[in-house]
């Protein structure tokens, strides 16, 4: 079984979105850092309600998925189909923008800190512009196994193996069979984990430090960066002095062309030019 090594790192750099939120930018930071078929990763993470309070207003997304995953903290997602949802510690809202969707992630909390990931996710071209629609996922909803070795892995999206049983999240039956896992080691603790071998895949760590591939031929991976992976069967982490906390994703690329405009995601410029035509003319959001 071919282990994946450290390919690639992407550091996360410093920028803000929204009406000014502070975040770290890995994947997506420019157009030849997306790993097919993740588009995107951010990190927030701030005690000073300065870097967060003014949160994300009102805005569109056509073509792909964005996942939000909050670690400490409680956001407020509203959108154009009048659905309210609550996003607090622990949990996770997957949407789909599919055709498009106008929304808003506003913070509920002036004070705290507000920690956590939002990850954008390519759609195929025969579902860029299917209905909208989102899920929001309770902790409890959310299972936590414990590892062998000691240590904890969540399992947000797709299957894993622990301890001898199959592990499923609650996001499953995706086009891009996406693998989507949060998981805690502590001081000098191991993780193997077996994916698809045709998914692409990274790991993002952000407590502690970690370092990748088998023994003899491990590479450590700098925190706040995305470390794309190589090709291969199965992934080997191991937690350095202080321990780790990581999110290691996988999913099947699709090998489509993308283009970009902001929040849109689509195969051509023409559909780009149809999307902000869409949107400024108020029928982005409206059935075929």
């Not at 999240?169 to 891009?176: R, V």
């Not at 080691?185 to 994916?195: F, V």
Request: charged share 15%; net charge negative; glycine share 12%.
């Amino acid at each position: 079984m071919t282990t994946r090594i450290l390919q690639q790192v992407i550091p996360g750099m410093p920028t803000s979105d929204g009406a000014g939120v502070k975040l770290r930018r890995s994947l997506g930071a420019a157009p030849a850092l997306r790993l097919d078929p993740f588009l995107m990763l951010d990190e927030f993470s701030s005690e000073n309600p300065d870097d967060y309070v003014a949160g994300f207003p009102p805005h569109p997304h056509r073509g792909f998925e964005t996942v939000t995953y909050m670690l400490d903290g409680h956001m407020r997602h509203q959108d154009h189909l009048g659905n309210v949802g609550e996003l607090k510690s622990g949990g996770v809202q997957w949407m789909t923008a599919g055709r498009g969707i106008i929304h808003s992630e506003m913070p509920q909390q002036e004070r705290g800190r507000m920690r956590g990931f939002q990850l954008w996710i390519n759609l195929p071209a025969a579902e860029k512009m299917k209905p909208a629609g989102y899920r929001d996922i309770q902790p409890a909803e959310i299972p936590v196994a414990t590892l062998p070795g000691g240590g904890t892995v969540k399992v947000i999206a797709g299957s894993v193996e622990v301890g001898g049983a199959t592990v499923a999240g609650p996001i499953q039956g995706l086009s891009t069979e996406p693998v989507y896992v949060d998981v805690q080691l502590p001081p000098g603790a191991s993780y193997a984990q077996a994916l698809p071998a045709a998914h692409s895949a990274f790991v993002y760590t952000y407590e502690g430090s970690v370092s990748v591939g088998p023994q003899g031929a491990q590479k450590a991976l700098p925190p706040q960066g995305a470390g794309v992976l190589s090709p291969g069967e199965r992934v080997e982490l191991t937690a350095g002095p202080q321990g780790a906390r990581l999110i290691l994703l996988a999913a099947r690329p699709l090998r489509e062309p993308v283009v970009q405009y902001g929040p849109f995601v689509m195969n051509t410029r023409e559909q780009i030019e149809q999307a902000i035509s869409d949107y400024q003319n108020g029928t982005l959001t409206l059935a075929a």
